[in-house]
């Protein structure tokens, strides 16, 4: 059964920086061969596609919001994905989800068919 599990959300100031982790599990060693992808969320609004890492190209892809603030980054050894957050902002503030696909460079949601139960981050002096 694949599971992913998001961790790291938390409240901080503008400025600060965080670094959530998405633990994955059942994919039977071959967590390399998925895209990992990181989507946003506000209350009220559908989810916004913020990083992806390729399993194919092992190319990164940002949303231009974030692009030069944060790094999506895997170890597909220990089955385990990150985003690193700097220089947050206010609007970064929602809940983060971890997501897997077996498409390259996806960004929309619907491609992506495995989902972890997100973590919130607050951005907030």
């Known amino acids: 059964q694949v599971q992913l599990v998001e961790s790291g959300g938390g409240l901080v100031q503008p400025g600060g920086s965080l670094r959530l982790s998405c633990a994955a599990s059942?994919?039977?060693?071959?967590?390399?061969?998925?895209?990992v992808g990181w989507f946003r969320q506000v209350a009220g609004r559908g989810r916004e596609f913020v990083a992806s890492?390729?399993?194919?190209?092992?190319?990164?892809k940002y949303a231009d919001s974030v692009t030069g603030r944060f790094t999506i980054s895997r170890d597909n050894l220990k089955s385990m994905a990150y985003l690193q957050l700097d220089n947050l902002k206010p609007e970064d503030t929602g809940v983060y989800y971890c997501?897997?696909?077996?498409?390259?460079?996806?960004?929309?949601?619907?491609?992506?068919?495995?989902w972890g139960q997100g973590t919130q981050v607050t951005v907030s002096s």
């Open positions: 997501a897997v696909s077996g498409r390259s460079r996806p960004t929309s949601s619907y491609d992506y068919p495995y």
């Open positions: 059942g994919f039977d060693s071959n967590f390399r061969l998925y895209t």
């Open positions: 890492h390729d399993y194919r190209d092992r190319r990164t």
